[in-house]
Each structure stands twice: as structure tokens, then as C-alpha cells.
């Protein structure tokens, strides 16, 4: 079964009531547990697409289909219903909320999602010591390295389990190093949990780690293969 479809995908950007088209029957199918790239210059509509897959965003034509729900048909609430059931981000700037701990930033999506406090802090416990930081559960973000906070940003994406994961730049903002080991850590996690993933990376060599690459150059995916 399919977690993505996408079909002769549309949207444009209106800038002083002149169109912009972004994305121009754009096609993509991702099945599920695999990881797929996107990848391409600045300014192409690699975010634009995670937010049309996420359901942020509006489009103009085409049909997107997201864990078997059709995006173009639903109302605002049932987008927000989908976006709290179905969907993960992970961003380059994780954005931790500064006054509360670790456990507290990876908790707050699961008491959101409405389970109780004593199981969501088990949940979040748990992922914590999956990305290394079980004894740094009482940390806020400003005792954290850059590394560290990002570690709990993907936790916190994570714990919820979701069937499709949206990462935009994951590794953005890190060194060499702790992207490289970042990067280990999602796949690591993607293996356990079977999430499929949308991989949105300028870096060759993350891109490498998936299964399907593609190139966004003029509104549309193009394929990677090992020889282009
Ligand atoms: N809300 C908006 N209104 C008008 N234009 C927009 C809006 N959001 C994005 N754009 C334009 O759409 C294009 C695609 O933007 P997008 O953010 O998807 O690019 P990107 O591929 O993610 O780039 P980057 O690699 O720099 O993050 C850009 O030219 C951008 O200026
Ligand atoms: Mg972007």
C-alpha cells in the first residue's frame, strides 16, 4: 500500500496577484517503511511539498493522497485531525519550547494527542534513552549541546509513532559529525518504529541513506540513479 500519492500536483505562489508556479504536475508515490529524498537548489519548493504533504498548505490541482486520506477533499478540521494522527516533522530548527525539560518537551505532543500524563511520561522516557539522553531528562534546551537539543527534537517528533515523517534539513544547523551521527540515529529509529520518511536535505551524502532519490528542478521530481 501506498502512504504518499501525488498526481499532476499544482500549486503556485500569487505575488502581487501575478501567479508563481512552484510545483507543476509533480508526481510521487512512496510505499511504506521507505525513505525518499528530495533534493534541489534553494528556492524550488522542497518546503512547499512537505507542506502540501502535511497538510499546511493549500494546493492548486492535482490529487495528494496521505495515509489513504485524499488532502484536496477534506475540511480545515479534518486536517487538523490528519496533521495530529498521521504526520510527523522534523525541522532543522527544533524549536524546543525553553522552559520546560527535556522529558516535559517530549511529553507535551503525547498529552496533546490527549494519553495520560503518568503513560505519556513512560513513552517519553523511553524514546529519550533511544536517542541517548536518558540522563538528561531534567535538562532544559539551554543546558543542551546543539546536538543534544537536536536529539530531543527528533525524539519528540518521534514518540508519537506517526506513519509518515516530514523532515526538512534535519541536520541542518550541525557539524559534520553530529548530523552524520543524527542522520544514523533517525535511520536507526526508522527501522524500529517503520515509518516512511520524506528526507528534504541539500547534503549528497544523507540523501545517500535513502531508498529513492529525487531531484526537484522545474516543479517536478526527478529520479536519482546511481548514474546521474
Ligand atoms: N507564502 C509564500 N508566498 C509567496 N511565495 C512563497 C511563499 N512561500 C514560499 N514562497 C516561494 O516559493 C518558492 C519555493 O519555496 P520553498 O520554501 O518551498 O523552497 P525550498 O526548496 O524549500 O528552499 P530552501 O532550500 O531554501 O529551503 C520560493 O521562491 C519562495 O520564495
Ligand atoms: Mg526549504
Known amino acids: 500500500m501506498s502512504i504518499v500519492k501525488i ?4 500549486k503556485s505562489y500569487y505575488i502581487s496577484d501575478k501567479g508563481v508556479p512552484i510545483l507543476w504536475d509533480l508526481n510521487l508515490e512512496i510505499g511504506e517503511g521507505e525513505i525518499v529524498s528530495v533534493e534541489g537548489s534553494s528556492g524550488v519548493g522542497k518546503s512547499t511539498l ?3 504533504l502535511g497538510a499546511m498548505d493549500e494546493f ?3 490529487l495528494v493522497e496521505v495515509c489513504g486520506v485524499s488532502l484536496g477533499d477534506i475540511t480545515n478540521t479534518e486536517k487538523e485531525k490528519f496533521r495530529a ?3 510527523s516533522f522534523i525541522f532543522q530548527h527544533h524549536l524546543l519550547l525553553p522552559d ?4 516535559e518537551n517530549v511529553m507535551i ?3 496533546i494527542s490527549k494519553m495520560n500524563v503518568i503513560k505519556a511520561k513512560q513513552e517519553a522516557i523511553i524514546m529519550l534513552q533511544k536517542v541517548g539522553l536518558g540522563e538528561r531528562l531534567d535538562s532544559f534546551p539551554s543546558q543542551l549541546s546543539g546536538g543534544e537539543s537536536a536529539r530531543v527534537g527528533v525524539a519528540r517528533a518521534l514518540v508519537s509513532k506517526k506513519q509518515l515523517v516530514l523532515a526538512d534539513e534535519p541536520t541542518g544547523n550541525l557539524d559534520r559529525e553530529n548530523s552524520k551521527n543524527l542522520m544514523a540515529l533517525i535511520l536507526e529509529l526508522q527501522r524500529d518504529l517503520k515509518f516512511s520518511m520524506v528526507l528534504v536535505t541539500h547534503d549528497m551524502e544523507l540523501a545517500a541513506m535513502a531508498n529513492k532519490r529525487n531531484k526537484m528542478l522545474s516543479g517536478k521530481l526527478q529520479p536519482i540513479t546511481a548514474n546521474t
Open 7 to 10: 498526481e499532476n500536483l499544482r
Open 50 to 52: 512537505l507542506n502540501i
Open 60 to 62: 492548486d490541482s492535482g
Open 85 to 87: 494522527n498521521k504526520i
Open 100 to 103: 520546560f525539560t527535556a522529558l
Open 109 to 111: 505532543p503525547l498529552l
